[in-house]
């Protein structure tokens, strides 16, 4: 077998195509800096950056050390069926990269952002240390204690979808001393949610091809609990209530009309919940919904920016 790029090693290890979401998330925050100013408001590009750097960097290592556990220590990766979007690069057992160059990536990338968590945490706002921490703790214990008691799907879209919303729009607006009622507008809060679901949404469906090789690795996801059928009855809801919040959005006046755009992805999520409700143990037919899960995210946080820009101009 003829060895891959280095580059393209390092970039299927890190799921580089899935980063774009942690560049979106923190796109929203930054978008609504510029609609909700404070007195201390001035865009810095440097403190942008370092917010993107930050956030795609947490994304990396987490996605690494899933693949250092996944692909070496527990070998559910070796057991299952590899798709575009799961079972994992198999770049370890192919001896492309050795356990020790992930995991020190894997560090590296994590100690870069937390260090990024603790720059912002000084020059903006201490509320910022605390998103950091539950981001580096979610990341450190993600795949050998989270995702064995079903937690492992909250906390990800927690961490890597609302707080980053919010903590983007914090880094760019506050100061040490600004209040904590202060912090943050309403619909910045409210608009958080919706991202924070689709990235719970990303991780839950990708886990479906997976599952006898997750519970036979030690993982008690929520797939494993549910089941398959119950699963992607519970996904349904989610994409029901990402959907539902945003039009809520809109008819309450929280959010402009605008924000209506988000809205358009709606066809092709339902049809990734009707292939999931229908085919939802046959991996070849859950590819399209794979995709099309992938695809909803994307372009609702896309479009998310795209209203508040459009709302501000």
């Known amino acids: 077998m003829e060895k891959p790029k280095k580059f393209n090693i390092w970039m299927a290890q890190i799921r580089a195509p899935f980063l774009i979401l942690a560049v979106l998330l923190v796109g929203i925050g930054i978008a609504f800096s510029f609609k909700y100013p404070t007195d201390y408001s001035e865009f810095r590009i440097l403190n942008a950056i ?19 556990s996944d692909n070496f220590k527990t070998g559910i990766d070796s057991k299952t ?4 979007f799961s079972g994992g690069s198999k770049m370890i057992s192919k001896g492309f990269t050795t356990p020790k160059q992930v995991k020190f990536v894997a560090i590296s990338t994590l100690i870069l952002s937390f260090c990024i968590g603790v720059y912002f945490s000084f020059v903006s706002h201490w509320i910022i240390m605390v998103f950091a921490i539950i981001g580096g703790l979610t990341i450190v214990f993600y795949t050998d204690f989270l ?9 990800s879209g927690l961490t890597l979808g609302t707080l980053v919303v919010m903590g983007a729009y914090i880094a760019m607006t506050a100061v040490p001393e600004t209040a904590l009622s202060n912090l943050l507008p ?33 993982r008690f996801h929520l797939v494993i609990l549910l089941g398959r059928k119950n699963a992607a009855y519970l996904y349904t809801l989610g994409i029901i ?19 209506c ?4 992805p709606l066809p092709i999520a339902v049809k990734a919940c009707m292939t999931a409700i229908k085919h939802g143990k046959d991996i070849k037919k859950m590819i399209p919904a794979l995709g099309g899960n992938v695809i909803t995210v994307l372009a609702t946080d896309l479009l998310l920016v795209v209203a508040i820009v459009i709302d501000i101009i």
């Open 81 to 84: 069926t590899q798709t575009p």
């Open 147 to 155: 995702s064995k008691i079903f937690l492992g799907e909250l906390f």
């Open 186 to 218: 309403l619909e910045v809060v409210w608009v958080s949610i919706p991202p924070g679901i689709l990235t719970l949404l990303l991780l839950f469906l990708n886990e479906f091809p997976d599952v006898e090789a997750d519970k036979e690795g030690g």
């Open 241 to 259: 209530a990402v959907f539902g919040i945003i039009a809520m959005l809109a008819i309450n006046n929280i959010s402009s009309p605008w924000i």
């Open 50 to 68: 370092l917010l993107v750097i930050g956030i795609v960097s947490a994304h990396a290592s987490i996605n690494l050390f899933n693949e250092y």
């Open 261 to 264: 755009l988000a809205l358009l």
